[in-house]
C-alpha cells in the first residue's frame, strides 16, 4: 500500500510519517478529523487506532475448468476479499479501511488449511452457499448491505470468466467479541448432488410422478399417488449411509464427542475406503488417522429438478450433511447408494465398507453435479440469537443463484453425457460384480473367524482338564515342587501379569485362548491399538532378575512374587549342578569356567513362540537355559530346526544366535528361560564418545579390513547414524538383511533339499544390487565387500547423500564407477508418476542428537509441526525442515527397478506401503531379474495388520516365498488387527 496523504496527495517514506504530517498539518489535520467518524481527536491526543471490525460474506461459485488443481473455493474467496474492499472504500471513500494482520485476518469455511489436508474440497467443486470470515479495521460504523453486496457483485462481474463464476449473496457484520473463524467455527457442513432419474428409473410413471411433486410445490392441485419403488429404495439406501445413536448403538462405536447440541450422539465411522486413492493408503487415508473418522448426520432427497432443455430430464436433488468429509467421500457415497438402490450391491455393504479393518473398492460417481450447499455455525448462532444470514423474507438473491448454479451445472454435463452413460454401465457390470465377491470373501471371513471364537473357548476349558484321561505323567521332581506350585497359585489366583510387548511380538495365540471380538474396540477419539491379551486367560510371560547378582533397580514384578524368585533362582542351582541337554554351536569354547551365572530368568504360562531371535545380546561367555514344567502333551522346543524334550529335562541354546520356538502342546505348561544379557554400559565409553558411537566405531573399523579398497566409513558422532551402523552391521557375521539357511528354513518350514533352504537368504552371489533409502551407504559397502559390483543407490536427503557419495567413493580416484559400478540418485522412489513432492525432515531425537534416518515424503511422515509447544531438547526444532524433492517410480519405464537387479532392499519410511499395494507388485514380470527383496515395513505409517498381509499376499502371487519374524504369531494370525508396537518390522522375500 502507498503512503500518501489522501488529503493532500502527498507521498511518505512510511506509514508513521503520513501520521506525523496529519498531525503537524492543520489542514490534513482539520480534514481528517471532520470525515473520519472512526478517528477522534482530543485537544492535546493524537489520531487514535482504526477500530477493529468483523464481516461473514455468504457467496457462491461455480467451476468451470474441470482441469483446475488449483481449489475453485480458494479462488473464488481470493475474488470477493479483494472486492470487498474495493467496494467499501467505493461506498464510504472518507473511511480508512486496512486489512487486519493475522493468520485469522481471512479464512474460508471449505478450506482445509487447519483441518487436516484429507478434508480439502474437491478442486472442480461449486458452492451454491460457502463462507470467508475477513477481519479489518476501520471503514464505517453501519454498513448498507444491499448497497455493499451490490457494489461487490459489480466488480466480481468484471472478473467473472471462462475458469470461474462467482456470485456474491450476503453480508453480516459480526461483533468483534465473537469467535468467528470461518473454517474452524463451522460445525456442519451440507453438500448436495444432482442425481440423474434415470440411473435409478427411467420409466415414464416415475418422471410423471417428479413432475407432480414439483407442481405440488408452486401450489398446483394435483392428485395424490403413491411414491415410485425406485425412490423408496434410493431413500433406504440414503439412510444407510446416516450415522447411528450411539446412544442406542453398542458400545464400541465412536461418538462425536465435542459437536454441537445432539450432534455428539452421531457415531463417528472411517470413511477410508470412501477417501481419493490418490492420498496414499499408507497415508491420509489410513483409518488409522482419525481424520478419516467422520459422522454424517443426514443422508436425504431435497428436491427435484427438470432440465427443460434435455428433454425434460428429472433428476433428484440430494443432500449429506456432517461435520466435514474426505476428499471424494459425497461421490463415492452417491456411487454406492445408487448400487444399493439398483440391488447391484447388497445393504450390508455401507457398515462392511465402514469397518476399519477393511479395504474394500468403492464406484465413483461423476463430478459436474455436487455443490457445496452450506455450512451452519451452531455456536455463533447461539451466541447471536439467531443463524448467520438468516432473513426473514428470505434471501432472493440465494434461491435465484441456486437455480442458475443447478442450469450451468447441468448444461455443463451435456458434455459428459457419453462418458456418464459409460460409468453407469462399468458400475452395474464391472465394478459391482467385482465388489460382491470381495464382500463374500469378507463375509466368508468373519463366519470362519467367529466358528474359531467358538471353538477356541470350548478349548479354553479342556486346557484346564486333564490331556487325556488315560495320560499318566511322570511324578514332579521334587526340585520342581516348590516352584510349579508357586506358579500354579499366581495362575489359580488371577494374578499374572502382562505380558511386554518385545516378547508378545512373537507369541502365538494357543488353542485360540487369545481371540477377541470380531469388532475392533474403539476409544473416545480413534481406533484402538489391539494388543496382547494373555493376562485374561492366565498365559504369558514375564521377567524376574537375581536379586543377589544383577546390579541395578528392580523390576516391580520382583517386588509382587519375591518368594518366586527366591524359588526359581534356587531351581537354577540346582539344574546348573546337573548335566543338561546341549544344542550350543562351539560347545568346546563355552568351558564351565568361563561360564557366568544368569542374572534373569523369562517366566512363561501356556504360550507357544513362533521361530524368532532373541532381542539385544547376550554377555560374552554366556549362553541360555530353559527347561519346561506342568503337565502338558507336545510343547517341544524347537532350536534350529531340531526337536527338544525340555520337560524337567534343562536344554542349554544361544538364544540370541539359534533360532528358536515351540511347537504345539496341549495341557499346562510352563517354562523358565535363564540367561544373562549384555547390559549397556551408561555414561560414555570413550572420553566424549557415546556408547552408541564408540561401538559404530568398532564394527566400522572390523568393517574396513573386508573393504580394503575404499576409505574407512564416515558417519556423524552424535547421531543415528551410529544406530544405522549397529543394526546393519552388529551381528557377528553377515549383516541384519540376511537369513542364515537354518533361520530361513525355521521361518519358511521349507524341506532341507531345497536349494534356498541350503544357501538362506544372503546378498553372497549377487551381481547387482538397488538400495532404495541408502542413507549413507552402510548396506552398499557390505554388499561391495561381499563381491556385489553393481549398486544402484537411491537417497533423496541431501546431507546423508553428501556422505553417501563419500563413502562408496573408491580410494585414489575420483570415480564411483568400477567393474559394473555405483550409480547414485538424489531421488526418492515412490508409487505413482514421477515429479516433485513435498520431503520433511526427521525432527531431532529428545537427547539432543542429530536425527538422520527418518526423513520422508511429507504423505508418509510421523511428525507434524508444534509451533508453540516447548520440546524437550534445545536441538529440536517446533517447525519441521521442508524441501521439494525428485521422486521416481518403483515399477515400470523409468522406474528405480531395472534389468540385471537381482536384489532389492528396500528402507523409504512409508513410500514402501503403496508400492508393495500396488497391482504391480502382484505381476511376477514387474520383478524383472530381483530374487532377494528385503524390506522394512513402515507400520507407524499403516497400522492395519490387514494391509501388511495384502502386500505380502501380492508378493506370494508373483512368485516370492517369504518370511518374518513373529509370522504365525497373536498379531499375525488374529482377525482385525492393529499393529500393537512402536518399531516397524523386516521381511524377506526371495524366489526362485
Not at 453425457?417 to 458400475?427: F, I, R
Not at 528385503?934 to 516370492?960: C, D, P, T, Y
Amino acid at each position: 500500500m502507498t503512503n500518501v496523504c489522501k488529503y493532500c496527495d502527498e507521498e511518505f517514506d512510511s506509514r508513521n510519517a503520513v501520521f506525523r504530517h496529519l498531525r503537524s498539518n492543520k489542514k490534513c489535520f482539520g480534514l481528517a478529523t471532520e470525515s473520519s467518524i472512526d478517528n477522534t481527536v482530543g485537544n492535546n491526543s493524537s489520531i487514535l487506532k482504526l477500530e477493529k471490525r468483523k464481516v461473514a460474506v455468504q457467496f457462491g461459485y461455480h467451476v468451470l475448468d474441470k482441469d483446475n488443481t488449483t481449489g475453485g473455493n480458494e479462488v473464488a474467496a481470493a475474488v470477493v476479499r479483494t472486492s470487498f474492499f474495493q467496494a467499501l472504500r467505493a461506498l464510504y471513500p472518507s473511511s480508512p479501511v486496512e486489512e487486519a494482520e493475522g493468520e485469522s485476518t481471512f479464512t474460508l469455511a471449505s478450506a482445509a488449511r487447519l483441518r487436516h489436508p484429507s478434508l480439502m474440497q474437491e478442486t472442480t467443486c461449486s458452492a451454491w452457499s460457502d463462507v470467508v470470515g475477513i477481519n479489518y479495521k476501520g471503514g464505517p460504523t453501519d454498513i448498507d448491505i444491499s448497497s455493499l453486496v451490490q457494489q461487490m457483485q459489480h466488480i466480481v462481474q468484471k472478473d467473472n470468466g471462462e475458469l470461474l463464476c462467482v456470485k456474491v449473496l450476503n453480508i453480516e457484520s459480526l461483533m468483534v467479541s465473537t469467535k468467528f473463524h470461518a473454517e474452524k467455527s463451522c460445525s456442519q457442513r451440507s453438500y448436495q448432488y444432482m442425481i440423474p432419474m434415470k440411473w435409478l428409473d427411467d420409466s415414464q410413471e416415475t418422471k410423471d410422478w417428479v413432475r407432480q411433486k414439483l407442481d405440488a410445490e408452486s401450489g398446483h392441485q394435483i392428485q395424490k399417488c403413491g411414491t415410485p419403488l425406485s425412490i423408496v429404495k434410493f431413500k433406504k439406501a440414503l439412510k444407510l449411509v446416516e450415522s447411528r445413536d450411539v446412544t442406542k448403538a453398542s458400545s464400541s462405536v465412536v461418538s462425536s464427542a465435542g459437536r454441537f447440541g445432539k450432534l455428539w450422539q452421531k457415531e463417528r465411522r472411517p470413511f477410508h475406503n470412501f477417501c481419493d486413492p490418490s492420498l496414499g493408503s499408507g497415508g491420509m487415508a489410513s483409518p488409522s488417522n482419525e481424520h478419516v473418522w467422520r459422522s454424517v448426520d443426514k443422508a436425504r432427497l431435497c428436491g427435484f429438478v427438470i432440465d427443460d432443455e434435455n428433454d425434460d430430464e428429472a433428476l433428484i436433488v440430494i443432500e449429506f450433511r456432517g461435520d466435514g468429509f474426505v476428499a471424494q467421500q459425497i461421490r463415492r457415497m452417491v456411487a454406492s447408494a445408487v448400487a444399493i438402490a439398483n440391488g447391484w450391491l447388497p445393504l450390508e455393504y455401507f457398515d462392511v465398507a465402514t469397518r476399519s479393518d477393511i479395504i474394500i473398492e468403492t464406484s465413483i460417481a461423476p463430478s459436474g453435479l455436487l455443490y457445496l450447499s452450506s455450512a451452519r455455525y451452531h455456536f455463533v448462532d447461539l451466541v447471536k440469537g439467531s443463524a448467520l444470514f438468516e432473513m426473514k423474507d428470505g434471501n432472493k438473491h440465494v434461491d435465484d443463484w441456486l437455480a442458475s448454479l443447478q442450469t450451468r451445472l447441468l448444461r455443463a454435463r451435456e458434455e459428459t453425457a457419453e462418458e456418464e452413460n459409460k460409468w453407469l454401465k462399468e458400475v452395474k457390470g464391472i465394478s459391482s460384480p467385482r465388489i460382491r465377491l470381495e464382500l463374500e470373501q469378507i463375509l466368508l471371513n468373519d463366519t470362519l473367524f467367529k466358528k474359531e471364537q467358538i471353538l477356541g473357548k470350548n478349548d479354553e476349558k479342556s486346557m484346564e482338564r486333564p490331556v487325556e484321561e488315560d495320560s499318566i505323567f511322570s511324578a514332579v521332581p521334587g526340585a520342581y515342587r516348590k516352584t510349579l506350585s508357586l506358579l500354579r497359585d499366581i495362575r489359580s489366583c488371577g494374578k499374572w501379569p502382562r505380558t511386554a510387548d518385545t516378547r508378545s511380538r512373537v507369541i502365538r495365540s494357543p488353542s485360540g485362548l487369545l481371540c477377541q471380538e470380531p469388532d475392533v474396540q474403539q476409544h473416545k477419539r480413534r481406533a484402538a491399538s489391539s494388543q496382547f491379551q494373555g493376562h485374561l486367560a492366565q498365559c504369558g510371560s514375564f521377567t524376574i532378575v537375581n536379586p543377589y547378582s544383577f546390579v541395578g533397580k528392580l523390576p516391580a514384578v520382583n517386588n509382587q512374587f519375591p518368594e518366586l524368585v527366591d524359588a526359581i533362582f534356587e531351581l537354577e542351582k540346582h539344574v546348573s549342578s546337573k548335566t543338561s541337554q546341549s544344542c550350543l554351536q562351539n560347545n568346546s569354547l563355552r568351558s564351565e569356567s568361563t561360564t557366568l551365572a544368569p542374572t534373569h530368568c523369562a517366566v512363561n504360562s501356556n504360550i507357544e513362540f513362533s521361530p524368532h531371535f532373541a532381542n539385544g545380546k547376550g554377555q560374552e561367555h554366556s549362553f541360555s537355559t530353559i527347561i519346561g514344567l506342568g503337565d502338558y502333551v507336545g510343547g517341544e522346543f524347537v532350536v534350529d530346526d531340531k526337536s527338544y524334550d525340555i520337560r524337567y529335562e534343562a536344554l542349554k541354546f544361544d538364544g540370541w544366535k539359534q533360532i528358536h520356538s515351540t511347537k504345539h502342546f496341549r495341557g499346562e505348561r510352563f517354562s523358565l528361560v535363564f540367561f544373562t544379557p549384555d547390559r549397556r554400559e551408561t555414561g560414555t565409553s570413550k572420553g566424549d564418545v557415546s556408547f552408541e558411537d564408540a561401538k559404530a566405531m568398532e564394527l566400522v573399523e572390523a568393517h574396513a579390513l573386508a573393504l580394503p579398497s575404499h576409505p574407512i566409513l564416515h558417519f556423524r558422532q552424535n547421531s543415528t547414524d551410529a544406530l544405522v551402523i549397529n543394526e546393519i552391521l552388529g551381528i557377528d557375521q553377515g549383516c541384519t538383511y540376511e537369513l542364515s539357511p537354518l533361520a530361513w528354513r525355521s521361518m519358511t518350514k521349507q524341506n532341507n533339499k531345497t536349494e534356498d533352504a541350503q544357501i538362506g537368504f544372503s546378498l553372497k552371489g549377487h551381481e547387482a544390487m538397488l538400495d532404495v533409502g541408502a542413507h549413507i551407504g552402510v548396506f552398499c559397502r557390505y554388499a561391495l565387500s561381499v563381491g556385489c559390483k553393481g549398486i544402484i543407490a537411491y537417497e533423496p536427503e541431501s546431507e546423508n547423500l553428501k556422505l553417501l557419495e563419500k563413502n562408496l567413493l573408491r580410494s585414489n580416484t575420483a570415480d564411483l564407477i568400477n567393474e559394473g559400478g555405483v550409480t547414485i540418485h538424489q531421488c526418492a522412489v515412490a508409487h505413482g508418476e514421477p515429479g516433485m513432492k513435498n520431503f520433511v525432515n526427521a525432527r531431532n531425537r529428545t537427547d539432543g542428537s542429530l536425527n538422520t534416518w527418518r526423513h520422508s515424503l511429507e504423505k508418509h511422515s510421523q511428525y507434524v509441526d508444534k509451533k508453540g509447544t516447548r520440546l524437550p531438547s534445545m536441538g529440536q526444532e517446533s517447525l519441521l525442515a521442508r524441501s521439494k524433492v525428485q521422486t521416481v517410480p518403483f515399477f515400470g519405464k523409468g522406474g528405480a527397478l531395472v534389468p540385471g537387479i537381482t536384489f532389492v532392499k528396500m528402507d523409504c519410511e512409508g513410500a514402501e506401503v503403496d508400492i508393495l499395494l500396488s497391482p504391480e507388485s502382484s505381476h511376477s514380470s514387474n520383478w524383472m531379474d530381483t530374487k532377494n527383496l528385503v524390506f522394512e515395513w513402515s507400520f507407524s505409517k499403516e497400522r492395519r495388520v490387514q494391509m501388511f498381509h495384502k502386500a505380502i499376499h501380492n508378493l506370494e502371487s508373483a512368485g516370492f516365498n517369504v518370511a518374518y519374524e513373529g509370522q504365525g504369531s497373536w498379531w499375525d494370525t488374529e482377525s482385525n488387527c492393529m499393529w500393537p508396537y512402536h518399531s516397524d518390522l523386516v521381511i524377506f522375500a526371495m524366489r526362485k
